[in-house]
């Protein structure tokens, strides 16, 4: 646990170990990951210390399964990279346009409103609208809509109070105009969107000075520990994991018992936890993060600091498959000795973020160890492993195009990559560390 600059005590951020500046000191049952401690990180979590480690052993199963089912995910990654130039506009060869394509990234536009570091961020679908969630204790929500190109800076809009601690995790609704936000003091805050955003622009930041704005639609709390990721399923479901050892399944959908638009019970409808082949749960394995799966939205796919990810069934909770990266092959990869297995915590491999292909049914995790691996959630096999940073990868995502990936990691880069091919394309080293730390989280 950690005591934050006003006192109040709440569990530290997975992976997140303040320099000795830093006003909190970590203590109790959450410690951080780095420089071989224990347990999880987010998709924020702290970068860095120890060498890297592979996954372990290459189990029983023979290589020519493997190689067949990465072969036949490329194939699918190739076919639909084709589909997408049949359907896109002829290519530019100017000179003009190559000279576009290879100019250095460069930051358009600075959102610079926050007091301490930013720890997650989401866009709206369909509007320029985005939030973000910071360890200051607040979410903030930001209009992208007429920037002025001459300046940089932009400002929010709105600011949501409500958290007694650093904030972790923020999601973004697009269909209900909903926010969420989940933190230290183990709440999930259920926000509405202000409803500045949908009038003409110019948008008056000061439009609701001087008068209260209660934007809180109700404060779902259950876990006993730090919040540290959020997922949000289509038909109004919302997903909180915990470094309780818990995944909170919770119904958005209005009660019809109830005189209230929305339903604010307290209690989740669902509550998952981590399983073993033997049918054992066990809460010491803590969920790091989650992903609703792209190709089937009736399983959602989580991430533990023992590095295991599971397929779980969402209507009834029970985990469909287990997918372990010590059966990635062993090519090109390096062998270690102090892989624990999934059923044991490991800070030094843990997944910092999961992400689900929405085309291909393939999952992407971001480990501790600064790995990047793909899994085929058909078969359950870890189909190919590659160093992805050159200090733990903290967050990834993947474009709408589902040909590109995108990775942050504690080495202060950000890299882009061929999901077909896994080269990097290209990569942005603009960022400076805070606190051993960089960048926490990446976003389309």
């Known amino acids: ?30 410690q951080s990951p ?10 924020s979590s702290s970068g860095g210390g120890g060498s890297v480690l592979s996954p372990g052993a290459v189990r029983s199963e023979s290589k020519g399964d ?12 190739k076919n639909l990279a084709q589909s997408l130039m049949q359907n896109s506009d002829p290519v530019d060869d100017s000179p003009e346009s190559s000279d576009r394509i290879n100019l250095s990234w460069s930051p358009i536009y600075t959102l610079r409103a926050h007091l301490d570091s930013v720890r997650s961020f989401s866009f709206h679908g369909t509007q320029p609208v985005m939030i973000s969630a910071s360890e200051d204790y607040t979410v903030k929500v930001w209009s992208l809509q007429n920037l002025n190109k001459t300046k940089i800076d932009v400002e929010c809009i709105h600011t949501y109070f409500g958290h007694t601690g650093p904030v972790y995790t923020c999601a973004l609704d697009a269909d209900t105009n909903w926010a969420f936000s989940g933190g230290a003091d183990g709440k999930v805050m ?24 209660s934007l809180l639609v109700s404060s779902l709390d259950f876990h006993s520990d730090a919040v540290w990721d959020l997922a949000f399923h289509p038909r109004k479901l919302l ?5 309780d050892g818990s995944v909170a399944l919770w119904d958005l959908n209005p009660d019809p018992s109830s005189s209230s638009s929305s339903n604010s019970s307290s209690r989740p409808k669902r509550v998952i936890e981590y399983e073993s082949g033997e049918g054992v749960k066990d809460r010491r394995v803590v969920p790091t993060s989650m992903s609703v799966s792209g190709t089937d939205n009736n399983h959602l796919l989580v991430g533990y600091n023992s590095s295991a990810l599971h397929l779980v069934d969402i209507e009834t909770g029970k985990t469909i498959s287990r997918m372990d990266p010590s059966s990635s092959p062993s090519e090109g990869e390096l062998s270690s000795s102090s892989y624990r297995g999934p ?3 490991d800070p030094s491999s843990q997944i910092n973020k999961v992400v689900s292909h929405h085309m291909i049914p393939i999952a992407i995790t971001a480990h501790e160890d600064r790995f990047i691996r793909y899994f085929d959630t058909r078969s359950g096999q870890c189909i190919h492993s590659m160093v992805g940073h050159l200090d733990s990868v903290s967050s990834l995502s993947i474009d709408p195009s589902g040909l590109f990936l995108l990775s942050g990691g504690h080495d202060s880069s950000i890299r882009m990559w ?26 389309h």
């Open 239 to 243: 997903f909180s994991s915990s470094s």
């Open 190 to 213: 259920h926000w509405r969107l202000p409803s500045s955003l949908s009038s003409p622009p110019p948008l008056d930041p000061f439009q609701s000075y001087g008068r209260a704005l």
């Open 418 to 443: 061929d999901i077909g091919s896994k080269n990097c394309v290209k990569e942005f080293t603009g960022n400076r560390k805070k606190f051993d730390e960089a960048v926490n989280c990446v976003a």
């Open 66 to 77: 493997l190689k067949s089912a990465e072969s036949s995910t490329v194939s699918e990654l």
């Open 34 to 43: 780095r420089k071989g401690s224990s347990p999880p990180s987010s998709s």
């Open 343 to 345: 059923n044991v915590p």
């Open 1 to 30: 646990k950690t005591t934050g600059p006003t006192g109040q005590v709440g569990s530290s951020p997975p992976g997140h170990q303040p320099a000795p500046q830093s006003p909190r000191k970590s203590e109790g049952k959450v």
